[in-house]
């Protein structure tokens, strides 16, 4: 899908945190790119929220599993 | 230090029934009812967001009060006030409109009138929360509400009293063991009131002398007959007594929290306190299980599971969290307090035995326990205040209802670097409380060596505040585990 707004919100397992959201920026056509600072280790659950073009609104989930600590030495 | 006086109450200014408007309030024959109904809808709330709702647990109404507000709210009131949440439980709406209907016949069979059952349940819940992820499951969370809705509907329609409060719930007995340090308690305001009573209502309930079999006030179904009634331990603050007494001799009085630890009289529906070793048993679980559960939460916990894993060739957590929960609450405290015991009786040459020095001294732990439940939960309560709003918004959006508007998802709560000094201070407060009250035993009952008999019991409260300040300052880490 190009020509899309895709925002992405990442939740914690845990209830009472805040979600972290970050807007993207289409790289190349249909391929969008983000960075998001999540501020805890552990489960991420990730919703992309896009609207199309034409005007369509889009949700998809996707889990990130395990996130680590970052090092010391970033 | 304390008073173990029980006529020490008498000084106390404050009364909590006597404070306008919500003294008054309190005072009402359907105080509790009319506090028992909001927090049923919103129950009911919870266990269908819970079910049908979002999965997501920051999402849902099931995960988020219960996970973050519920238990705040409830480890603030017991600091700040007493039992409050047992007077307002929503569980006993349910029983008591049941037993308008069907009256129980049978007595709780003697071998259970005692912790053992409900500490098994209480390690099974703490066992539980971890295994199954409770805190990340809405799914889950709804079904636990739900049993806990049944578990005392059934036991409280087959058995009389307040069984399923004093001898299985797991919620009450964590409440009984925090509300030792709470600053109010429910108790009587004037103790020759009671020496010229006759018909010791508090206790036996409010009857007619037309048909002196029907009870229309209830006593206390906790077996708590006021004037023997010392500390807060097994008390629901229900208030059936206040409503019972026919000379408005109970009140809800202010006093010196952890105080009742201190002296160890004859206690009414408990007996001495140093010959409770599964109250003692409760202290302990109650302490160490507050380590434990805030242990679940960091990232070395995951570090140690996966070792465990490869170390027993594994590739799920039952085994694995089997052995730490064995290790923590089993090893580790049978460990640390049997030392001091040992210690203990030998540097204060103390006749008594190993076993009753150990079960005396571990009430001593019920206030470091309490900081350090206190600074969990107060974390996920403070950082997560106003999440609350965007949750509620949420689902009542779902409904088609959205008359706070649409979900603020940014709102938060106190940032974590803000209250991770409050958490420092509820475990020094916590230590300070153990200490005082190790030292008050020791005090009491070694005369002749009471500092030689305190030092192990401060060490080791040492020893427990030092590894909650340890796990504060570990990154916290959410997820479920899997070692595939």
Redesign the interface.
């Given at each position: 899908m190009t020509g899309a707004e895709v925002t992405l919100?990442g939740?914690?397992?845990?209830?009472?945190?805040?979600?972290v959201t970050a807007a993207t920026t289409e790289v190349a056509p249909g391929r969008y790119r983000a960075t998001m600072e999540l501020s805890?280790?552990?489960?991420w659950?990730i919703t992309a929220h896009v609207k199309s073009a034409n005007g369509l609104n889009l949700e998809r989930q996707f889990e990130i599993?395990?996130v680590e600590?970052l090092a010391p030495d970033g | 230090m304390f008073s173990s006086d029980q006529n020490s109450k008498a000084p106390a200014t404050f009364d909590l029934l006597r404070v306008p408007v919500l003294g008054r309030f309190l005072n009402l024959r359907h105080a509790r009812t009319l506090l028992q109904i909001p927090l049923f809808i919103i129950s009911v709330a919870m266990i269908l967001h819970g079910l049908f709702g979002p999965q997501?647990?920051?999402?849902?109404l099931a995960?988020?009060y219960t996970?973050?507000h519920f238990r705040g709210a409830l480890v603030f009131v017991l600091l700040f006030a007493g039992n409050f949440f047992c007077l307002a439980c929503p569980f006993m709406l349910v029983r008591n409109l049941a037993r308008k209907f069907f009256r129980p016949v049978r007595n709780w069979p003697r071998r259970l009138r005692n912790k053992w059952l409900s500490i098994g349940l209480f390690v099974t819940m703490l066992f539980v929360y971890e295994w199954f992820?409770l805190?990340?499951s809405p799914w889950w969370t709804a079904w636990l509400i739900v049993t806990y809705f049944a578990g005392a509907l059934v036991i409280d329609s087959i058995f009389k009293h307040a069984t399923f409060c004093k001898f299985v719930c797991p919620i009450g007995q964590f409440n009984f063991v925090a509300s030792t340090v709470s600053p109010l308690e429910v108790t009587v305001r004037d103790h020759d009131v009671c020496d010229r009573c006759q018909t010791k209502d508090c206790i036996r309930g409010v009857r007619t002398p037309e048909a002196p079999l029907v009870v229309i006030q209830r006593g206390c179904e906790l077996a708590l007959f006021q004037p023997h009634k010392v500390g807060n331990l097994d008390c629901t603050f229900c208030l059936d007594c206040v409503q019972a007494c026919p000379y408005d001799n109970v009140g809800i009085l202010s006093r010196l929290p952890a105080a009742e630890l201190t002296h160890d009289p004859l206690r009414s529906g408990l007996g001495f306190l140093s010959k409770r070793k599964d109250l003692a048993a409760l202290t302990i679980v109650f302490s160490f299980g507050a380590l434990l559960n805030a242990f679940g939460m960091v990232?070395p916990v995951?570090v140690f599971e996966r070792w465990l894993a490869s170390l027993f060739r594994v590739n799920y957590e039952l085994p694995v969290l089997a052995f730490i929960f064995g290790l923590f609450l089993v090893c580790e405290p049978v460990v640390l307090i049997g030392l001091a015991a040992w210690l203990s009786r030998t540097w204060a040459r103390s006749g008594r035995s190993l076993l009753s020095m150990a079960a005396r001294y571990s009430y001593s732990l019920a206030p470091i326990g309490f900081g350090i439940w206190l600074a969990h939960y107060g974390f996920?309560?403070l950082?997560?205040l106003y999440?609350l709003l965007p949750?509620t918004q949420a689902a009542l959006a779902d409904l088609g209802w959205a008359v706070l508007g649409q979900p603020h998802?940014?709102?938060?709560?106190l940032t974590p670097n803000m209250v991770r000094l409050f958490e420092i201070g509820f475990i020094i407060l916590g230590l300070l409380g153990s200490l005082s009250v190790s030292y008050a035993i020791a005090a009491t009952e070694e005369v002749k060596h009471p500092v030689r008999a305190f030092i192990p019991w401060a060490v080791l409260a040492l020893i427990v505040a030092g590894a909650a300040l340890w796990l504060m300052f570990q990154?916290?880490?959410?997820?479920?585990v899997?070692f595939a």
């Amino acid at each position: 899908m190009t020509g899309a707004e895709v925002t992405l919100e990442g939740n914690m397992s845990h209830a009472g945190m805040v979600p972290v959201t970050a807007a993207t920026t289409e790289v190349a056509p249909g391929r969008y790119r983000a960075t998001m600072e999540l501020s805890m280790a552990g489960d991420w659950n990730i919703t992309a929220h896009v609207k199309s073009a034409n005007g369509l609104n889009l949700e998809r989930q996707f889990e990130i599993k395990g996130v680590e600590p970052l090092a010391p030495d970033g | 230090m304390f008073s173990s006086d029980q006529n020490s109450k008498a000084p106390a200014t404050f009364d909590l029934l006597r404070v306008p408007v919500l003294g008054r309030f309190l005072n009402l024959r359907h105080a509790r009812t009319l506090l028992q109904i909001p927090l049923f809808i919103i129950s009911v709330a919870m266990i269908l967001h819970g079910l049908f709702g979002p999965q997501l647990a920051p999402k849902n109404l099931a995960t988020t009060y219960t996970w973050v507000h519920f238990r705040g709210a409830l480890v603030f009131v017991l600091l700040f006030a007493g039992n409050f949440f047992c007077l307002a439980c929503p569980f006993m709406l349910v029983r008591n409109l049941a037993r308008k209907f069907f009256r129980p016949v049978r007595n709780w069979p003697r071998r259970l009138r005692n912790k053992w059952l409900s500490i098994g349940l209480f390690v099974t819940m703490l066992f539980v929360y971890e295994w199954f992820d409770l805190w990340a499951s809405p799914w889950w969370t709804a079904w636990l509400i739900v049993t806990y809705f049944a578990g005392a509907l059934v036991i409280d329609s087959i058995f009389k009293h307040a069984t399923f409060c004093k001898f299985v719930c797991p919620i009450g007995q964590f409440n009984f063991v925090a509300s030792t340090v709470s600053p109010l308690e429910v108790t009587v305001r004037d103790h020759d009131v009671c020496d010229r009573c006759q018909t010791k209502d508090c206790i036996r309930g409010v009857r007619t002398p037309e048909a002196p079999l029907v009870v229309i006030q209830r006593g206390c179904e906790l077996a708590l007959f006021q004037p023997h009634k010392v500390g807060n331990l097994d008390c629901t603050f229900c208030l059936d007594c206040v409503q019972a007494c026919p000379y408005d001799n109970v009140g809800i009085l202010s006093r010196l929290p952890a105080a009742e630890l201190t002296h160890d009289p004859l206690r009414s529906g408990l007996g001495f306190l140093s010959k409770r070793k599964d109250l003692a048993a409760l202290t302990i679980v109650f302490s160490f299980g507050a380590l434990l559960n805030a242990f679940g939460m960091v990232s070395p916990v995951y570090v140690f599971e996966r070792w465990l894993a490869s170390l027993f060739r594994v590739n799920y957590e039952l085994p694995v969290l089997a052995f730490i929960f064995g290790l923590f609450l089993v090893c580790e405290p049978v460990v640390l307090i049997g030392l001091a015991a040992w210690l203990s009786r030998t540097w204060a040459r103390s006749g008594r035995s190993l076993l009753s020095m150990a079960a005396r001294y571990s009430y001593s732990l019920a206030p470091i326990g309490f900081g350090i439940w206190l600074a969990h939960y107060g974390f996920h309560f403070l950082t997560g205040l106003y999440t609350l709003l965007p949750v509620t918004q949420a689902a009542l959006a779902d409904l088609g209802w959205a008359v706070l508007g649409q979900p603020h998802w940014t709102v938060a709560g106190l940032t974590p670097n803000m209250v991770r000094l409050f958490e420092i201070g509820f475990i020094i407060l916590g230590l300070l409380g153990s200490l005082s009250v190790s030292y008050a035993i020791a005090a009491t009952e070694e005369v002749k060596h009471p500092v030689r008999a305190f030092i192990p019991w401060a060490v080791l409260a040492l020893i427990v505040a030092g590894a909650a300040l340890w796990l504060m300052f570990q990154p916290m880490e959410m997820r479920g585990v899997s070692f595939a």
